[in-house]
């Protein structure tokens, strides 16, 4: 089950199941079970802004990119845990970490 807030550690999670998984793949997959536990349904964009600041964390790194199934779509961009940060205390609030590394 997801909890509202947690979507760094449900990244995490995923992530450790999947070995690497595209955006938009994760998005869909962490909307569906939010709206399957009646907690707020957090938005495609920010959920991208979750990937930028994991990606900027060190938490996570991109590892490769597919055309998509439509021209007029974007790229599929893949990532996976970067290794050895698996059990990082950073997982639990990103956000918290991504603002003090800012200022």
């Known amino acids: 089950m997801v909890k509202v807030g947690y ?6 999670d995923h992530l450790s199941e999947v070995g690497e998984d595209f955006i938009q793949h994760m998005s869909t997959l962490y909307r569906r079970e939010l709206k399957e536990t009646k907690n707020h349904v957090t938005s ?18 991109f590892t490769h990119e597919e055309p998509a199934s439509r021209d007029w779509l974007k790229h599929r961009k893949y ?14 609030n990103p956000q918290k970490y991504y603002e003090a590394k800012a200022t």
């Open 44 to 61: 495609y964009h920010s959920f991208c802004k979750m990937i930028y600041v994991l990606e900027s964390l060190n938490l996570i790194e």
């Open 7 to 12: 979507c760094g550690v449900w990244i995490r």
């Open 79 to 92: 990532y996976r845990i970067k290794p050895g940060m698996e059990n990082n205390l950073k997982w639990e």
